[in-house]
């Protein structure tokens, strides 16, 4: 170890990070080793989900929720819904690896079905703009119990609520999670994961990551280790055919703007998106004209209007009675706002200040 000082970071802003002397050698840790199939049979629920944990594996669609507590769910979980939809658009790294590892897929939803005991159906989730995806995944399932479900490509499908909703039209209730309605959702990537940790032994310290946008001239999805550097993606990637206004670590919606390309990828990062000046653009914010086009589109069924209005006069007692905690932060009702009304800004304003 050399140092331990602050660092830029895609989420904090900055935070603390320990600086570690790279010895070349690329080499594995000496217990680590691959796993036989009979030895993976013999596995007990407990034991995967020790393996999972010591490997680091969190939710890698965006969220980064330990894994190892998600497959130890405290109510029954009857379904399991493989996420392939990709939660935002640019985004295509979970399109990309179903098709390069659809093998490895299956065998590590049977991994997450060892640890759920009272699993019934199995569900892999894909949006119908993924054919290759698509072929591959259903000749992969053939002879499996497996279902695979095509969706209409539509944002924000990929959050785990909308899934559940979309596929068994089952709403999980305000304040509740998804085995709360005997479900449990899992990212492709995420399922993959699993699958190095037990049949490779290996720890999360890689993942698929797109880089993409107008400015670059070679968009891709690159297998990272996590610790790099965005601006040496952007560098593979090159050159750049425009200077870009915006660096967005995630996704357009959802995504964070970045101060530094010295941030690093993390173990959530699905994408490095490049904004031009024109994407860029800041809007004029204009008075709501109360047309109701957020309320229409919220996917939480929120009135984003009405918690903007509440946050803006910081009567945060009213923004919680509202649900601002229940905002997903798509960003929707931005989009669609035809007054440019920074509502998903106000809203998360509003979330530490009604918590």
């Known amino acids: 170890m050399r140092s331990i000082q602050p660092y830029p970071h895609p989420v904090l802003g900055t935070c603390k990070a320990i600086s570690i002397e790279n010895d070349r050698l690329d080499s594995m840790d000496s217990g680590v080793r691959a796993r036989s199939a009979e030895e993976i049979n013999k596995l007990s629920p407990k034991e995967i989900r020790q393996i999972v944990h ?17 497959l130890n769910p405290p109510r029954k979980v009857h379904t399991l ?12 790294g979970d399109s990309q690896l179903t098709v390069e590892k659809t093998g490895q897929l299956i065998d590590g939803i049977g991994l997450i079905g060892q640890c759920l005991p009272d699993l019934q159906t199995v569900i892999i989730a894909i949006e119908d703009n993924k054919p290759e995806a698509i072929e591959a995944i259903r000749k992969a399932v ?34 509740k999670l998804p085995f709360d309605v005997g479900v449990n959702v899992q990212n492709v990537s995420t399922v993959l994961a699993v699958y190095d940790a037990v049949y490779l032994g290996k720890p999360l310290y890689e993942r698929v990551v797109t880089v993409s946008g107008r400015c670059l001239s070679n ?29 967005i670590i995630g996704g357009p ?12 990828v993390i173990k959530s990062t699905t994408g490095v998106v490049l904004l031009d000046e024109r994407e860029a653009r800041p809007l004029e914010e204009k008075p709501c004209i109360r047309c109701g086009a957020c309320v229409r589109e919220c996917p939480m069924n929120l009135a984003p209007c ?3 209005q509440a946050s ?16 997903i932060e798509c960003g929707l009702c931005n989009y669609v706002c035809p007054s440019s ?11 530490p200040e009604a918590r």
């Open 312 to 327: 803006v006069h910081g009567s945060w007692k009213q923004a919680k009675e509202l649900g601002c905690l229940d905002c």
């Open 142 to 175: 053939k002879g499996t119990p497996y279902t695979l479900s095509i969706l209409k490509t539509q944002y924000p499908q990929g959050g785990e609520k909308q899934l559940i909703k979309k596929i068994l039209n089952v709403e999980v209730p305000r304040a």
């Open 81 to 92: 819904i493989v996420n392939i939809a990709e939660c935002e658009p640019y985004l295509t």
């Open 253 to 264: 919606m959802m995504g964070i703007a970045q101060y530094t390309d010295e941030v690093p």
């Open 54 to 70: 010591h490997a680091g594996i969190v939710g890698m669609g965006g969220a980064s929720f330990p894994t190892h507590i998600k």
């Open 219 to 247: 968009p891709k999805n690159l297998l990272c280790r996590i610790g790099t550097p965005v601006k040496n993606l952007i560098r593979h990637c090159g050159p750049l055919s425009a200077e870009p206004a915006k660096i």
């Open 341 to 351: 009304r920074q509502l998903v800004q106000s809203i998360k304003r509003a979330k």
């Open 306 to 308: 009405l918690i903007n």
